[in-house]
Structures are given as C-alpha cells and as structure tokens.
C-alpha cells in the first residue's frame, strides 16, 4: 500500500533502505512502472479518459504522445549503452532495470532498482536529461515539465521559420490549439530561471566541497523535487 501511493504521488518514499530492489519482483516493477508513467500524465486528460469513458483523449495530446515517445528513447539508448558496455549479459534484464529507471527518473518518483552510478556515462547523461524535463503539467512530477520544453522548441522552430521567410504566419500549436507569444516567452523565461538557480545551487555545493557530478546533480535533485 505504501509502495502504491508512494507511486501515484511519485514522491518515491519505500519502507526498504533499497527501495524496490529489495523484493527483486518484475511483476511488482511492471506494475510500478504503469503507474508512475501514469501519474507523470497530465491529470485533466486521465480524468477525461477514463471517467468520462473517452481513452482517445490521451492519445490526441501532442504533450502525452511527447513525453511518452521520449521516454521509449531514452529506455532503448540506456538498454543499448548497458548492453553494448559489457554491463549486463542478459537484454531482458537490461530492458527491465532501463525502463524502471526511466520511469523512475522521468517522473521525478525516485524508486530505484539499481545503482545508476555504476552505470556508463551515456546512461547517467540521459537519466540526467529525463530528471530536467520530467513529466507533464497538470501531474504530480516536478521538474521543468514536457509541456514548456515542447512550447519553447517549438517557439524556436517558429523563430527560424520567421527569420528564413519574415513575411508568413508562424503559429505555434499543442493539442490542436493555439499558444499565444506571450505563453511561449513565459516558458523561455521559465527554463532559463530554472536553469540559472540549478547551476548557482551547484556552484555552492561544490564551493562547500561536492565533486562536479555530486553538486550538479544534487542541485538537479533539489529544485526538481526528483526522489534520487
């Protein structure tokens, strides 16, 4: 029970000092993985899905197809990297502890199965990567979420279009509606108030003596309320 509403909440707290890799379970992580993917979901549109009996609602939002598809990626390049660094001998093995890892980090829920820090440096940068951007607004995930990193890509996108052929109409569109330049500049301003108080927070842990990697991602850690 406490497992359960640790993952719906994505808060990650676990009655094991190892978190889940105490009970060695695949089923108990399938489980868990369904259900912080879930909860890093925008709320709104579960609600519509299931409550209101519309599942299409899910797959019409351009922020869910987003978030998900770049959590595939990022589980089959870290399967990959495990495989291809001699750190596993077994690919289902691999994929497991990839994708409750992703999930995990993703999400912002902090479960863990295995120590990501004996893992190569490819893994730890893409896990870093997915506790940035983590899930969608409207969940209980933290970090910058997908939906103002797919704002602020595409407003960039709009940007060059504009700078090749000033005199067209450049608009900006998610989930079928128009994003004023006004929501765009906010989720610039966002990102990049986000990104400064990360690296001023890392700067001081390691003036107070952390390593580089220590202090950078403890700073990550802390102001995207992400579990590891």
């Known amino acids: 029970a406490t497992n359960a509403m640790s993952a719906c909440s994505t808060c990650g707290f676990c009655t094991r000092n190892t978190s889940i890799a105490f009970y ?14 879930s909860a890093g979901l925008n709320f709104g549109i579960l609600f519509l899905a299931y409550i209101k009996g519309r599942p299409n609602y899910i797959w019409k939002s351009d922020t869910i197809k987003v978030f998900l ?4 990626l990022a589980i089959i390049i870290i399967t990959t990297d495990l495989m291809a660094n001699g750190q596993y001998s077994s690919f289902g093995t691999a994929l497991r502890d990839a994708s409750f890892q992703v999930a995990s980090i993703s999400t912002t829920t902090g479960f863990a199965t295995q120590d990501t820090t ?17 899930g969608c607004s409207g969940s209980t995930s933290g ?29 900006v569109r998610i989930d079928g509606r128009i ?36 202090g950078v991602t403890a700073s990550i850690a802390f102001i995207g309320n992400v579990g590891p």
Not at 24 to 37: D, H
Not at 121 to 129: A, E, H, K, R, T
Not at 145 to 171: C, F, S
């Open 24 to 37: 060695s379970n695949p089923a108990a992580e399938v489980v868990l993985i369904v259900t912080m993917l």
């Open 69 to 72: 598809s770049l959590v595939c």
């Open 118 to 134: 004996a893992w190569p440096p490819l893994c730890m940068s893409v896990l870093i990567i997915c506790s940035l951007i983590c």
């Open 143 to 171: 970090g910058i979420k997908i939906d103002r990193a797919i704002l602020a890509a595409k407003g960039i996108i709009r940007k060059v279009a504009l700078t090749v052929e000033p005199n067209t109409i450049q608009v």
């Open 179 to 214: 994003r004023p330049p006004s929501q765009i500049s906010d989720a610039f301003c966002y990102i990049i108030c986000y990104l400064v108080f990360m690296f001023v927070f890392a700067a001081i842990y390691i003036a107070f003596g952390l390593d580089f990697t220590t």
